[in-house]
């Protein structure tokens, strides 16, 4: 095959030889029944396996839309072979589809035969290359049991026949995630690139803590990786400045850490981190937005688990903020990654403490003490109250124990005072917490799974802001009651926890978070096994 150094000129030089590589041979002059039912066997027999496929062809009575000598079956032949041919844009590997392979089908075809095989062939190369550009190469939840998000694909016979009816090109293009965020990654991702070619950020940044008034190699080394960086401008100063102060802060806050210009042993690290891994976690970012290409409502909440914060979002702008408490970095506490819908929130909500907590945590406190855990009421399968001192908890097990636990609301509840319910099989959802020291801590993942708000009163504002003229004391009535109270919500919002290492503000400056749970570390190596790798630049 015939290598063009730069992939968009090597896509260009390709869709041309495919427009062309049928003129010889078409469907034109296959005129005769025979030769139209040989066609049509063809492809009934290639498709037999794929019901999308086949489903597509019997409603358009075998039509072509790849093999015929007509100028849409070029345009769409070129197409196609330009988008498999320049998959290096969204860092998808070429190997995937077998690009030679298509091109000398192309040019081989001399039969009825070849054409119909021919025809599937391309039908289902296009609809793999849909499939992996719209919506990842990867199945989540066999990469991470955590990954628990819904892929929305598209429906497979649908997908060909808009295709069949619109500009290729132009359908093609539409493909990918369409949002700001996946564009401004893209852009990340050749930056990142363009530097790795260089030579990176300069050497390491050696020792221990730095602060200002240090001076030394240290500081000269920090001062350099901070300027290739772009955190910090020219200069030659071989001492901890006041800029440089101001550079580690502007460090700081774009990898959530403790704004404070002190390079610790934790600014440190990360400063140290190299451009190849940075460059992991976008390329990694980018497969998670395209399992995430849907419509995310014009108003949602979005909770990034690594940045642990929770936000309203509302037409692309955060109108709403507060730090956030995450599930434990345990397989039983790690928080999941999905989306729902938020219906409604309960204001003095009772935590009915789940299943695992209850065999794993309380009940081997029982068995030594039938009135631990004192603060919780127990009760049996129809609600009724248990008589602790009636009951013999050592003869039960983590299976056979046939008791809830359920701890009334007040102010020690273990879910505060709201929760805000987006009814799911995971039993996750956000609430207040009396443990309001957490929230000062750089890394906050310490719950069962469920997040916990910092700011849960004003979110709860925010949401009734949008159903009645003064959230807040109607909020405080409700809440001065003591009584648990369900408070549906008029307008129901779309509820979006994720976990991005790599992502980009409104001005589309990069920002990094930690992989607190080793998701993206897992995601990068499913990805270099389907192929994926660095600087993979074709040709």
């Not at 409604?344 to 855990?373: D, G």
């Not at 008589?387 to 056979?400: G, I, L, N, T």
Request: charged share 25%; net charge positive; with cysteine.
């Amino acid at each position: 095959m015939i290598r063009v150094p730069f992939p968009s000129l090597r896509s260009c030089f390709l869709g041309t030889i495919a427009a062309l590589a049928l003129s010889a041979f078409s469907l034109v002059p296959l005129k005769a029944e025979a030769q139209v039912t040989a066609f049509k066997q063809a492809i009934a027999e290639a498709a037999w396996e794929d019901e999308g496929v086949a489903a597509f062809y019997r409603q358009s009575d075998y039509t072509p839309i790849w093999t015929g000598s007509g100028e849409a079956d070029r345009q769409r032949r070129a197409a196609l072979i330009d988008a498999l041919s320049d998959t290096y844009v969204h860092a998808l590997p070429e190997s995937r589809y077998d690009v030679d392979g298509l091109l000398d089908s192309l040019t081989a075809a001399r039969t009825t035969r070849d054409l119909g095989m021919l025809e599937v062939q391309l039908s289902q190369a296009f609809l793999k290359h849909a499939r992996d550009v719209q919506n990842g190469i990867l199945t989540p939840l066999k990469v991470d049991a955590g990954l628990v998000r819904e892929v929305l694909y598209r429906d497979r016979t649908e997908q060909l026949t808009e295709f069949a009816a619109s500009d290729p090109a132009a359908f093609i293009d539409t493909l990918p995630p369409q949002t700001r965020e996946y564009r401004a990654l893209m852009k990340a991702r050749l930056k990142l690139e363009r530097l790795v070619e260089t030579g990176g950020w300069g050497p390491r940044v050696p020792g221990g803590a730095l602060k200002p008034g240090h001076t030394g190699d240290a500081v000269v080394a920090l001062r350099n990786r901070l300027q290739r960086m772009g955190y910090m401008g020219r200069s030659a100063t071989r001492t901890y400045d006041a800029e440089m102060e101001k550079a580690v802060a502007g460090f700081q806050r774009a990898h959530g850490l403790e704004v404070d210009g002190v390079a610790g042993k934790g600014t440190i690290e990360e400063i140290n981190v190299s451009v190849e891994k940075r460059l992991r976690a976008v390329l990694v970012a980018m497969e998670r937005e395209r399992w995430l290409n849907r419509d995310l409502g014009d108003r949602h909440v979005k909770v990034n688990l690594t940045d642990f914060h929770a936000k309203i979002v509302d037409h692309g702008s955060v109108t709403f903020q507060t730090r956030s408490v995450v599930g434990k970095n345990r397989p039983s506490h790690r928080s999941p990654e999905f989306s729902d819908t938020m219906e409604h929130m309960i204001i003095n909500p009772s935590w009915h403490v789940p299943r695992s907590i209850i065999t794993k945590e309380y009940l081997p406190a029982l068995r030594n003490n039938p009135n631990a855990a004192g603060h919780l009421i127990i009760t049996d399968s129809r609600g009724r109250r248990v008589d602790r001192s009636a009951v013999d908890f050592s003869q039960y097990s983590s299976r056979s124990f046939p008791f809830d636990m359920r701890q009334p609301p007040g102010a020690r509840n273990a879910l505060g005072r709201v929760k805000f319910m987006f009814p799911n099989k995971h039993n996750i959802y956000l609430h207040d917490t009396p443990q309001k020291a957490l929230f000062k801590r750089e890394v906050r993942a310490f719950s069962h799974g469920c997040i916990r708000l910092a700011d849960p009163f004003d979110f709860a504002y925010e949401l009734l802001s949008r159903q009645v003229a003064d959230p807040k004391p109607y909020f405080h009535n409700i809440l001065e009651t003591g009584a648990e109270t369900k408070v549906p919500l008029d307008e129901p919002l779309p509820v979006h926890l994720i976990y991005r290492t790599a992502f980009t503000t409104i001005d589309g400056r990069i920002e990094y978070r930690r992989d607190i749970y080793g998701r993206d570390g897992r995601i990068w190596d499913a990805l270099v096994e389907a192929g994926v790798a660095l600087n993979d630049v074709q040709g």
